[in-house]
């Protein structure tokens, strides 16, 4: 079933529309018609099943059936904060973390990234990655449209998660073994909330390591095998995902 995201303003008991965009997706892409059943997530956390009920040339009206709250987020708020990629990386990684249950992101500028953003850059690339966020979000049933913040300096990054009282954790090749980890992780679940540090395509230099575990940050292992910057992060989410959904299940 597809899914939309639809404005609190356009929402009523027994009626919603949908507006902007997303009309001539369903017109002209997926070709809906009168009678067509869809769903409409309100970014709040609960999802209105609906039937198409009339086409305007900027508005559709939908009848609502049924509501329910989604089932689709994690119960721990996940922010990944990703060390800048070169390339394209950037928006493979925001769409399968997207996917997985991420709640936000913000790209971070390690000591070893390689791209430099001026702030107009900056602000043209976060755009471009939230519209990336917004597609996977829809193509995944999510509830909400995860946050993809502009780019911040790694210490900025780092004293931001330890302010709001997130659990930090930072995978690292020389961390401590993986029942170390383990633990780690199951305590992590629990929580309401953690940030997950992934540097770059050098990694973290050593200053780094230490700045993080001066700032309470858990430095973990994922294994014995060094991944790329594209697959960490993903990794470590879908460890807290699997691990989320088996302890609400």
């Not at 000591?111 to 976060?126: F, G, I, P």
Request: charged share 30%; net charge negative; with cysteine.
């Amino acid at each position: 079933m597809s899914v939309f995201f639809i404005p609190t303003d356009n929402i009523s008991d027994n009626e919603l529309t949908i507006t902007g965009s997303d009309v001539n997706h369903i017109k002209n892409v997926l070709r809906m018609k009168v009678g067509d059943v869809l769903s409409c997530n309100d970014s709040k956390g609960i999802v209105y099943n609906c039937r198409i009920k009339e086409f305007n040339d900027s508005e559709i009206l939908l009848d609502v059936l049924s509501k329910e709250e989604s089932k689709a987020e994690l119960s721990l708020k996940v922010s990944l904060f990703q060390g800048l990629p070169k390339a394209d990386k950037m928006e493979m990684i925001i769409q399968k973390a997207v996917e997985m249950g991420v709640y936000d992101i913000y790209p971070v500028i390690n000591e070893r990234s390689v791209v430099k953003l001026d702030a107009r850059k900056a602000s043209q690339k976060t755009e471009r990655w939230q519209k990336i966020a917004e597609s996977a979000a829809k193509q995944s049933g999510r509830a909400i449209i995860p946050v993809v913040h502009e780019p911040v300096d790694y210490k900025k990054a780092v004293v931001l998660a330890k302010d709001e009282g997130k659990e930090i954790l930072l995978p690292y090749e020389n961390a401590e073994g993986m029942a170390y980890s383990k633990k780690v992780i199951e305590n992590t679940v629990k929580r309401d909330s953690c940030a997950v540090f992934i540097g770059p395509e050098g990694g973290f230099s050593e200053a780094e390591v230490q700045f993080a575990k001066e700032n309470d940050a858990k430095i973990i292992s994922l294994g014995h095998r060094i991944l790329r910057t594209e697959t960490a992060g993903l990794f470590v989410m879908s460890v807290l995902s699997f691990e989320c959904e088996c302890m609400n299940d």
